[in-house]
């Protein structure tokens, strides 16, 4: 496995470094301490595993989508300090493969890099625990099908997965809106087709990416 290193802080790409130089199929191919310095390696070196802190000075979470227009087969494994469920997510959606903290154990980052280079994705359990705690479960979510492109989505769309993720029902939301239930079904598949998801956890993610809905609502909601 080829990989580069990509993080703004000198001590923490030479930390990375020497933890990944023991494993004997991994191999360090060159470090990037900003998105220009990260492409400019894509470019030269063609590795197929990128450990990155999107979140590091010189980085931001835009690099990760561009890499991937110049060359798809790259993976990349985030290893970031403490995020929001919602950022977590937004970095799945531009393309990252794995996530792990920075605090994790030394371990579960060798793991991560294994995982991911063999083709599997690779989540440490703080991580899980974030996302799952805002009620989205990583694996009803159809990451591979989302796309860096526009979602467009009309007025009318917008009001349904409002209420979808308020947890009403097809008949509630049909009954609210007058419609038949028939056409918010049809809706709600729409839907589910332009924002590349599988089920109603999808569509909660999106409500909350965009800020439709709080996410305090799943943080705080009172458990039966």
Do not use: W
């Amino acid at each position: 496995m080829n990989v580069i290193i990509a993080d703004g802080n000198d001590l923490i790409r030479i930390g990375l470094r020497t933890i990944l130089a023991a494993e004997r199929d991994i191999s360090i191919v060159g470090e990037a301490h900003n998105n220009e310095g990260l492409i400019d390696q894509i470019k030269s070196f063609g590795a197929s595993l990128v450990l990155i802190d999107y979140t590091s000075s010189g980085f931001d979470i835009d690099v990760v989508p561009k890499i991937l227009s110049l060359n798809k087969n790259v993976k990349f494994i985030a290893i970031t300090p403490e995020q929001s469920a919602q950022t977590l997510v937004d970095a799945l959606r531009s393309g990252v493969t794995s996530y792990v903290k920075k605090d994790c154990e030394l371990s579960e980052i060798v793991n991560a890099v294994s995982e991911t280079g063999h083709g599997n994705k690779f989540f440490c359990g703080q991580i899980l625990e974030t996302i799952q705690r805002a009620n989205i479960d990583v694996n009803d979510l159809d990451f591979d099908s989302f796309t860096c492109e526009a979602v467009v989505l009309s007025d009318r769309e917008n009001e349904i997965i409002v209420l979808i993720a308020e947890g009403l029902t097809n008949e509630q939301i049909a009954d609210q809106l007058f419609l038949s239930k028939h056409t918010v079904n049809t809706h709600r598949k729409n839907i589910m087709s332009k924002l590349g998801v599988k089920n109603t956890a999808g569509i909660v993610m999106y409500a909350v990416k965009m800020n439709l809905i709080s996410p305090n609502k799943f943080l705080f909601a009172p458990t039966i």
